[in-house]
């Protein structure tokens, strides 16, 4: 299985809560949403992430976990956009919704570091 396909299928994993197909109009509950044109987005924008890169983007957003270099960059050459989107389109999921006041802080951060370093 090739990069793209892993960025595509973590994506519509982490933007499509579990059991349901893709909505109509908006995903999510409370006050996070995502719309289609913004999942379209992460779609094509998570089509670039490099394998290894996925857990540990992730994981330094969600657990304050040190991002690499290589990963860094990766996340440089995706773009704030599509890191927003993405964390976006996770916290409207109800599972994700509950981190969202530490999550939104370090996913700025995070991309602060980053830009530093891509």
Do not use: Q
Not at 28 to 45: D, F, K, P, Q, T
Not at 52 to 69: G, H, P, Q, T
């Amino acid at each position: 299985m090739g990069e793209n396909s892993l960025g595509h299928r973590f994506v519509l994993f982490a933007i499509r809560p579990k059991g349901t197909s893709l909505p109509n109009k908006n995903v999510g509950s409370g006050r996070v949403h995502i719309s289609l044109n913004e999942i379209a987005y992460v779609l094509n924008c998570g089509k670039k992430l490099i394998h290894d890169c996925v857990r540990k983007i992730f994981a330094s957003v969600f657990r304050e976990v040190d991002l690499n270099d290589v990963c860094c960059r990766n996340l440089g050459y995706l773009g704030k956009r599509c890191l927003d989107t993405t964390i976006k389109g996770l916290l409207s999921m109800p599972m994700f919704h509950k981190y969202s006041t530490k999550t939104l802080p370090r996913s700025e951060a995070v991309w602060n570091h980053c830009a530093l370093i891509a």
